[in-house]
Structure formats: structure tokens, C-alpha cells
């Protein structure tokens, strides 16, 4: 959480200190500091991703599953015990600061997520239920960047109500 809570260059010594562990202790445990980062976007993505991912494979209408994917993105996070924003879209913004295994893991959460969004999308497409004129790749990068967005402004303190306002908005041109 000291990752999500704050920012992903958070010292390893607050880390530890969070943890009531040693950096030797850290460092056997991890090998290091990305793969620390590593196994905490591991578990984040096993948190996170899992919920949205169930949602995208609902065979709910398309129309249902968007407002369901809105709803789960604006939720109160905070009554979760969870921070604002999103780990992996902070991370993702800074990729190319992060060493190997970060980048590797941050690169395939993304694939993953997107992948979920081109099946979505496909089950939408044959079902009559999204456009035709509109391929099923823009649209999954279209969705994850508004979601990004969207979880940006949770960070930056903006209300769940506008954010949402603002995703039913982007997601009518879908």
C-alpha cells in the first residue's frame, strides 16, 4: 500500500520501517528493489485487475458492463481501505524509470488488461452492440486511457460524481 498510498519511488527505508523489516531482510526476500516492485505490482494486479477483468467477461449487454466498469472505477476506495488512484497507471507513467522486472511486469499488466478489453469489445461487436466503423484495438486503447484518466483525477482529489460524469461522457462515443 506505501507504493499505491504515496508514490512508486517511496524510499526502501519507509518501506521497511512500514513493514518492521530490515533492508537485509527486504533484499534476501526480493533481490532487490525492482523486484520488490515487482511482486507488489504482482499482488496489485491480483487485487485490482481481477475484479475489472470479471466484470469485462460478464455476458451482461454491453451498455450494463460499461456502467458496471464506471461504477467499479469510482467507487469509494477509501471506505475499501484502499487509496485513490491506480498503482499501475502511476507506474505505467513512469515506466522507463523502473528496473527490468518492472517494466517487464508493468508492460504485461497492461497487455493483459487490454486483451480483456478486445474480447469485451469483440462480444460487443458480434452481438450488434458496439460500432462497426470503429476497430476493436482504438477502442480497447481508448477505453484504458479513459480509465487512466479517470483514476489520475481520483488522485488529484477530483469527486467520484464528476469522474463519473466525465467517463459516461468519453464513453458515449462508443
Known amino acids: 500500500m506505501c507504493y499505491w498510498a504515496t508514490s512508486p519511488d517511496v524510499a526502501i527505508s519507509k518501506i521497511c520501517a512500514k ?3 530490515s533492508k537485509p531482510g527486504l533484499y534476501r526476500e526480493f533481490g532487490s528493489d525492482d523486484g520488490l516492485k515487482e511482486a507488489v505490482l504482482s499482488v496489485y494486479g491480483e487485487i485490482v485487475s481481477t475484479r475489472r477483468s470479471e466484470i469485462l467477461a460478464s455476458e451482461q449487454p454491453f451498455s450494463e458492463v460499461l456502467e458496471a466498469l464506471i461504477t467499479y ?5 477509501r ?3 484502499l487509496p485513490d488512484g491506480c498503482l ?3 507506474m505505467r507513467a513512469r515506466r522507463d524509470e523502473f528496473g527490468p522486472l518492472t517494466r517487464k ?3 504485461q499488466l497492461r497487455l493483459d488488461s487490454l486483451e ?6 469483440d462480444r460487443a461487436k458480434a452481438n450488434g452492440e458496439f460500432r462497426a466503423d470503429m476497430s476493436t484495438e482504438t477502442a480497447a486503447l481508448y477505453l484504458d486511457a479513459q480509465a487512466g484518466n479517470a483514476m489520475r483525477l481520483q488522485k488529484e482529489g477530483i469527486s467520484n ?3 463519473g460524469e466525465i467517463l459516461r461522457t ?4 462508443l
Open 105 to 107: 511486469k508493468i508492460d
Open 170 to 173: 468519453a464513453f458515449s462515443a
Open 79 to 81: 471506505a475499501l481501505g
Open 73 to 77: 472505477t469510482i467507487q469509494d476506495r
Open 19 to 21: 513493514a518492521g523489516a
Open 88 to 90: 499501475l497507471f502511476a
Open 161 to 163: 460524481e464528476v469522474i
Open 116 to 121: 480483456k478489453y478486445r474480447q469485451w469489445i
